[in-house]
């Protein structure tokens, strides 16, 4: 089956900065991948996701990336706020729907003032 | 309002005495699923479900049932709890039209089972 890792578990940035959450995964029929957003004690949320006939997608101060051939995907958050904080996670789906997600193991993004 | 609604929100019960998760949704998605959350592990998913009496295995779906006999809900049913599913339990719902694709999550159930 799939297997979707995903790095780093922790990550740490001040408030302005940058931030980039990488995921690889195995399966190279996984052809839909979304990131999620969980807020502390919240549900997780779709906050943006990319289909595999797509490089790039980007959606006001996030953007995802993906590298087919290398199998991996990023997600990259610009001007980083302190509502940013919270954990993301990356999922792929060789079913090309939201039905049948394997996910990162998460990424605790805190965002510092 | 569109949305996921799961029962109850926290429940702690004893080894082996039978307990069902209901979950409901009013989007007329087609795909249902349950997933479990532990930490450093993140969602792993347990069954889901294409449609009305269709139903297949996620990843970890030893010592869990399901049923869909309607499409609005879902339940999961665990025969005889055990320690090792104590977890965080999310229902999620989601459609894929048009190009467009979307899981939407349940509040949780935080399942304690001692």
């Known amino acids: 089956g799939e297997n979707v890792e995903q790095h780093p578990s922790t990550l740490s940035v001040q408030e302005g900065d940058s931030a980039v959450i990488k995921c690889t995964y195995s399966?190279?029929?996984?052809?839909?991948f979304p990131w999620y957003k969980q807020e502390l004690g919240k549900r997780p949320q779709l906050i943006i996701d990319i289909r595999s006939n797509v490089g790039e997608k980007k959606d006001q101060r996030i953007a995802v990336t993906l590298n087919k051939t290398a199998k991996h995907f990023s997600l990259h958050i610009t001007e980083t706020q302190p509502e940013d904080s919270a954990v993301y996670f990356c999922a792929a789906s060789r079913a090309g729907t939201a039905s049948k997600l394997t996910f990162g193991t998460g990424t605790r993004l805190q965002v510092t003032l | 309002e569109a949305q996921v609604t799961q029962n109850p929100r926290y429940l702690i019960t004893v080894t082996g005495k039978k307990l069902t998760v209901t979950c409901s949704q009013n989007?007329?998605?087609?795909?249902m699923s349950w997933y479990r959350q532990d930490p450093g592990l993140g969602l792993r998913q347990i069954y889901y479900s294409m449609n009305v009496e269709v139903t297949d295995k996620g990843d970890v779906p030893e010592g869990y049932k399901v049923s869909r006999k309607e499409k609005r809900n879902f339940p999961l049913i665990l025969e005889s709890p055990s320690p090792n599913q104590t977890s965080l339990y999310f229902c999620?719902?989601?459609?894929?039209?048009?190009?467009?694709?979307?899981?939407?999550f349940g509040q949780g159930t935080r399942l304690t089972v001692v």
């Open positions: 989007m007329n998605h087609e795909y």
């Open positions: 999620a719902s989601s459609f894929d039209r048009g190009g467009r694709a979307e899981a939407f």
């Open positions: 399966d190279s029929a996984s052809n839909y």
